[in-house]
């Protein structure tokens, strides 16, 4: 019984909260307004990289370049270096910060250690990219132009994680005009 009168009480309280008053503006506007607010919370969520060092200098740096290079509308940008470095750190941080302003994002790990075929990573990218199960991939030639019809209108963010083949990047990226 005591249980209940709490839930009651916590459902009256909540019930008495009040909200956003949008009776005198545009519904979409005040829903954007609720989005970016929601998106500067999530920016700021990631406390996991308070402990890497260097790691605000790095992001800083791509950050900046990315909004130099963000007019042109499709970007490919590559991290390079030697292994340990922290690339894959870098490229996760980049994911995370960024992943809010994407329609789809994709984080695909350790390319070169995939030993399933091209088509089993063409098969995951686009069942992150497009949140459907029935991609069926069968060969990579049939990826390739199934990746670039399906995404050719989506604002994307896909990050390829270590690949060490150009025809790793081909059949996984392809073009700037696969993605919109």
């Not at 740096?61 to 499709?74: K, T």
């Not at 870098?90 to 250690?113: G, M, W």
């Not at 990218?125 to 199960?133: D, F, G, P």
């Not at 060969?139 to 994307?156: P, T, Y």
Request: a neutral charge; hydrophobic letters at 40%; one cysteine or more.
């Amino acid at each position: 019984m005591q249980k209940v009168k709490g839930w009651r009480t916590a459902l009256r309280d909540a019930a008495d909260l009040k909200g956003y008053d949008i009776s005198n503006g545009i519904e979409s506007d005040c829903i954007q307004h609720i989005v970016d607010q929601i998106s500067v919370l999530c920016k700021g969520s990631l406390s996991y990289m308070k402990n890497l060092v260097g790691i605000d200098t790095h992001l800083k740096n791509i950050r900046s370049l990315l909004a130099e290079l963000q007019m042109s509308g499709v970007l490919i940008v590559g991290i390079w270096g030697m292994p340990g470095v922290g690339k894959t750190t870098i490229a996760r941080a980049i994911y995370d910060r960024l992943s809010y302003q994407f329609e789809a994002v994709c984080f695909l790990a350790d390319i070169k250690e995939n030993k399933c075929g091209m088509h089993s990573l063409q098969n995951i990218l686009l069942s992150e990219l497009l949140k459907e199960k029935d991609n069926c991939v069968n060969n990579k030639e049939d990826g390739r132009s199934l990746l670039a019809r399906r995404l050719r209108f989506k604002k994307v963010l896909v990050v390829l994680d270590d690949i060490d083949h150009i025809d790793q990047l081909d059949y996984l990226a392809g073009k700037l005009d696969w993605f919109g």
